[in-house]
């Protein structure tokens, strides 16, 4: 069974701290995505990755950064924490080049920023 | 680039009642859809996609979804809906590498 973790289902950071969150996939997919999800917005990228060491912003980078040192693994950075930055967080991966595939999602990690 | 449109954002339907979501894209040369649902406190997962031939996608759960050219959209559909089918779904269109999601129609079915 095909298998997407986020590191934290909730966390709480204060404004101006760095904040990490993790995702890890088992299913050796070259493509990794991070999308931010609010109401009545839907999910909206924030970067992509589609091979380890390799990153493409999103429609939405500015504040995130992210690495990737690993094929398994894709990081998500808040460099300072901003209060507009409380939202859910999604990570999916993906696999091959044709960009049609289906896109496997973790549980998300519901971020509050105080 | 490509963008799709969800127009409703809540959807209300007793259980057992047929549903329709609808989703519009914007018109292209090539088009590849897909829908996604997100149940309760869960990330998405796939319930179909349109890539090519027949206009008519069947999906899981029993839902389908027909690709329209002429009016450029993907309605989503369900002859009789369950409680277990409230959720957030999701119309996506792929544009370049990349999927990009309508802002979502949360599906709400009351017994």
């Known amino acids: 069974d095909v298998k997407v973790t986020q590191s934290s289902r909730y966390l709480v950071k204060r404004t101006g701290e760095k904040v990490f969150l993790e995702c890890v996939q088992d299913m050796d997919h070259e493509n990794m995505f991070w999308y931010r999800q609010d109401p009545g917005l839907g999910l909206r990228l924030i970067y992509f990755?589609?091979?380890?060491?390799?990153?493409e912003k999103g429609d939405i980078p500015e504040g995130y950064s992210v690495s990737r040192e690993k094929k398994e693994r894709f990081s998500l950075i808040l460099e300072s924490a901003s209060t507009n930055q409380t939202s859910m967080y999604l990570c999916?991966?993906?696999?091959?080049?044709?960009?049609?595939?289906?896109?496997?999602f973790g549980p998300g990690t519901r971020l509050l920023v105080l | 680039a490509q963008s799709v449109t969800q127009l409703d954002s809540q959807v209300p339907v007793f259980e057992e009642a047929p549903v329709e979501l609808r989703c519009n894209y914007s018109s292209s040369v090539s088009v590849y859809l897909f829908w996604y649902v997100q149940y309760p406190n869960q990330g998405l997962q796939l319930l179909l996609k349109y890539l090519s031939g027949s206009t008519l996608v069947k999906g899981i759960n029993g839902f389908e979804a027909e690709f329209n050219k002429s009016q450029t959209s993907f309605h989503l559909r369900k002859p009789s809906v369950h409680i277990s089918d409230t959720a957030e779904y999701f119309c996506a269109v792929k544009s370049f590498q990349k999927l990009v999601f309508g802002t979502g129609t949360r599906l709400l079915v009351s017994p």
């Open positions: 999916a991966s993906r696999p091959g080049l044709a960009g049609v595939e289906t896109q496997y």
């Open positions: 990755s589609y091979d380890v060491k390799m990153k």
